[in-house]
């Protein structure tokens, strides 16, 4: 099983607050990224991170913001919540950039935004 | 445009037998392909990544075949367990960008019963 934790696992929250999904990772490893996926849907990218200090937008558009600055923590912000955020939330990290690195996913955290 | 497609949509088997999930895709230029397991409530966790110069890789008793020919992919359960439900995630990675971007297919969820 990996090292990569995400908090907290289920969160509603009502429109309009601040929300913080943090994500940590014991393994080292350099790359970090953050995932959306609705039921029965495929994952969809929507932040990177090459390091520290480094953040990139994934292929889904998304309100939200993320900051890399410790190796071991990405933590993923919503500034303003709507409904339309509701979705499970998926961390991962692998230890380089390419094709061939294995991503490891943490267990994820399901938003409710009421 | 990079797709990957999963059939069937879902699938229950009675313990004890054999079952066999697909994948077709259209990513290119193919690097490699995997198969993912996710546990309802919980991030994916890799089965096989197999490269373009391999068809066959096994784990335990699930194995997972590719044809590169013709962009196919199956991963056959054998002697299934309960502990099996949960949805199979084929998952393709391009070798046109140093990310090592993953194409994600919507999974087939499959239930076993007792």
């Known amino acids: 099983e990996a090292d990569i934790y995400q908090t907290p696992r289920y969160l509603v929250i009502g429109t309009g607050k601040k929300i913080t999904l943090e994500c940590s990772q014991t393994m080292g490893h350099d790359k970090m990224y953050w995932y959306q996926q609705d039921p029965g849907m495929e994952l969809h990218l929507i932040h990177y991170?090459?390091?520290?200090?480094?953040?990139e937008k994934g292929d889904l558009s998304s309100e939200s913001t993320v900051s890399r600055i410790r190796t071991e923590h990405f933590p993923l912000t919503l500034e303003s919540a709507r409904p339309s955020h509701t979705s499970q939330y998926l961390c991962?990290?692998?230890?380089?950039?390419?094709?061939?690195?294995?991503?490891?996913f943490g267990p994820g955290t399901r938003l409710t935004v009421t | 445009k990079n797709q990957v497609e999963q059939s069937p949509q879902s699938l229950i088997i009675l313990e004890g037998k054999n079952c066999t999930l697909q994948?077709?895709?259209?990513?290119?230029?193919?690097?490699?392909l995997r198969w993912y397991k996710q546990d309802t409530g919980r991030g994916p966790v890799s089965l096989t990544i197999?490269?373009?110069?391999?068809n066959t890789k096994s784990n335990g008793r699930y194995t997972a075949t590719l044809d590169a020919d013709t962009k196919q992919s199956s991963l056959h359960i054998t002697a299934s367990q309960l502990s099996d439900s949960a949805s199979y995630i084929c998952?393709?990675?391009?070798?046109?960008?140093?990310?090592?971007?993953?194409?994600f297919g919507r999974g087939t969820q499959l239930t076993v019963w007792p």
């Open positions: 991170s090459y390091g520290v200090n480094s953040t």
């Open positions: 197999m490269t373009f110069s391999e």
């Open positions: 998952v393709v990675s391009d070798r046109g960008s140093t990310l090592g971007r993953l194409y």
């Open positions: 991962a990290s692998s230890e380089k950039a390419g094709q061939s690195y294995e991503q490891y």
């Open positions: 994948c077709n895709y259209t990513v290119s230029p193919f690097s490699n």
